[in-house]
DNA sequence: GTAGAATATTTAACACTGTAAAGTGTTCCA
DNA sequence: TGGAACACTTTACAGTGTTAAATATTCTAC
């Protein structure tokens, strides 16, 4: 009885080649290059086909942008086994954060609706918000200075902007030959951003 | 001979007529529902008569978008004759960037390609980023604190990530009914950047 | 092993999109 | 008044997301 089960791992597979083969494209050309036809054309299905797999256009790009958000997460969870201090917490996760954006920036793009990535469902953000006060972010900076949880709410939307912000900012504005290497900018910005919450 | 003069104004103002029209449709649906159909049916015009005004689609955005950075530049100028201390000319400089941003998102996610927006001409941020030392944020953060022109220039740049990215960040991911709570922690993250600069 | 049901997949079509070429008026000057 | 210059529209093409109908394939039951 594999039958049904190397179905389901088949379905499994042409999903991921469908998101994959969206950010490949994405990557190569742009987001406003990508279209439904070109995706089937490449996994090698007539394009209604897809949409076996996806609502519509929009749910593929939901998706890339919630499996970013994920991923984001897991890498933060992480993080919070490997460093006690919340300082090396937050200043780690930016660096995260930072490689993130470079090496997968069609990703990046999708999350925050830039340069051609055009997603509708926004609830995401909504979830990053809900139930702060289990977000490892939320609770380093509550660790760092103690204040009420509005407080330290506060915080962690201008956190969230600082890093979000930044890296929005250099990915939009590419290439910008002035500023060569804007890493270490980043990583000075961030920094001073921790040294000045205690 | 006021003919070709009244036909130089007609002209003029069915440009105008254009750039404003797309703006209300992608104030009022989105930057994705701005269609050259659409535009050409609001002011009554088959739509290749749009490109005897611009030479595509992606020109209309660009001069939206460079429109945007002028009007800010503008206020600027102005911002420049009525203070003296560079502190008070950043926040209040902050200050009006807030309010553009909320007044004019459809601009706005123009001048930075976000929710829609796709404008491929991004040679405008190169144009931002020259002649940084005459740019009147750029002599306010030297007037604070002087070092080399590059010292400043990273600056410039941490100036320009903080504050755009915060309202980048702020419009795309709030649902638009709350963005104007977040004008404190805008304003608040704005004057400890300045603080910190001294 | 074959009929019929269930799945898988494609073809064809619709209503859109940006844009170019060709055609039609309309205005103006010699 | 004829013809050039200009203003503007019609038509068309290739592309888009998406749906309904048609077809091909696979599996199940006899």
Known sequence: MGIVERRERMKKQLRADILKTAKDIAREESWAAVSIRKIADVIEYSPPMLYEYFDNKDKILETIRN????????ELQKLKTLYRSPEKLLTEFAQIQWRFA??????FQVMFNIDGANCLSKQVYQAEFAKLNTHPVWEALAQIRPRSADAVSKTFYEWWCLTYGFLLISIVTQPRPQLPNLEPIFMESVRRFVRGLS
């Open 102 to 107: 470079l090496e997968q920036t069609e990703v």
């Open 67 to 74: 499996d970013g958000f994920a991923a984001l997460h897991e």
